[in-house]
């Protein structure tokens, strides 16, 4: 007798140590699911910042034209760009937003905390040749038109608010000096295409 009861003591034992291993196993493993069934469905994280490189500029052929500029979003995000583009009352555009009028200079939407000065958005000047696009300069306020020498960032700062920097005719910005004859001409000069 005394033998049985050391068998089923042992046994006992066996599935008191087992139960919460295959509790715990099953529990991380049911949580895993869960949390990847949740990312598929609704992201409550942070938005995630951009940083782009020369590859990131492409032709302006190969961009969304939106009545006299063009528009493209390197985080994936371009009906949600366009969406705001669209629209005639404005909007906030989406992190990973480029924006560019010619082909030498784009304007880039970061995530919040950027560049608090400028709505988030950093400048750029390019060099754009048959071979591709090289970065000149990046930034805020340093970062100077090709047009007048100005500031981008103080040229698209006097945009009205709800227009997020975005400048077009009737959006507060002061005009360019040339006329959109020559804006389309460089427009049809990109290199690239």
Known sequence: MHSVRRGLGGFTHAVLVAIPIVIAVAVGCSSADDGDAASDTTDTTAVQDVVVDASDFKPLAEMTRVR???????????????????????????????????????????????????NDWEFFTLDVTAAGTTIVSRGGSEVVNRFNGTSCAGCHGAAEPQFDFVCEHDHGCEPLPVGDDVITAIQNSDPRS
């Open 68 to 118: 006299g500029f063009f528009v493209d979003n390197v985080a994936g995000d371009l009906d949600a760009t366009l969406a705001v583009a669209d629209d005639r009352e404005g909007g906030t555009y989406p992190v990973g937003t480029v924006i560019q009028l010619i082909p030498q200079e784009a304007m880039v939407k970061r995530a919040a905390g950027f560049d608090p000065d400028s």
